[in-house]
């Protein structure tokens, strides 16, 4: 039996407490972060990963300082200008989940140019949950279904399975790790982790390098998905 999950997501927490415990302004410590998607991603696709989804902003994201969210903004170019070369060659497929139309045109413009440079490599997908709110991509797919039905293009007899295609993310979580020691999901892929196994690390996620993922997936590896049946003691 393959004990490597499929899809794996995280919710990076951690970069401003980190920072703060190195006497670093939280934008260091954000930019350690986006630094850290890189190794993490790679080692994932060397680990046989499928697809990778990481909470990068959320839709409450919005609320932190204005500076702090400029700065935000300004990631998704710094990471893809250093690293879209090592995305490329290692047969990564960039993708992102949740409404960019909020961000700047700059910001957009980079993680587009980003998913249409590496829409053919054919390895891991790497999911940038960004501008994204699990409960307002529900009422999307909610949305989206009952426009349908009231135009008269389906029955209204919707299955769980048809309804994931309605979500930005319509594949099942299979492991879910948040860092930094946090124990809550904080509106992530809410309807997409219900048989997820779930792990809660105390690493910052600037702390949480190939090692720790490493650890994750031996634990994962280990665990027993019964998926409401019964054990299987064979």
Known sequence: MDTTPKTVAIIMDGNGRWAKKQGLPRTAGHKKGADRVRDVALEAQRRGIQKLILYAFS????????????YLCKLPGMFFNTF???????NIRVTFA????????????????AVNQTANNTGMELCLAINYGSR??????????????????????????????????PEEVDLLIRTSGEVRISNFLLW???????IF??????EFDEAALDECLADFAGRNRRFGGLADEN
């Not at 839709?59 to 400029?70: F, G, H, Q």
């Not at 039905?149 to 769980?160: L, M, P």
């Open 59 to 70: 839709t409450e994201n919005w609320k932190r300082p204005e500076d702090e969210v400029s």
């Open 84 to 90: 879209i070369q090592e995305l490329m060659d290692n």
């Open 98 to 113: 949740g409404e960019l139309e909020r961000f700047p045109a700059g910001t957009q413009k980079t993680i587009m140019k």
């Open 136 to 169: 307002r991509e529900i009422l999307l797919g909610m949305r989206k279904y009952a426009d349908q039905v009231a135009k008269g293009e389906r029955a209204n007899d919707i299955t769980e399975e048809e309804f994931s295609n309605y979500l930005f993310v």
């Open 192 to 198: 997409q982790i219900a048989y997820a196994e779930m």
């Open 201 to 206: 690390t105390p690493k910052s996620w600037p």
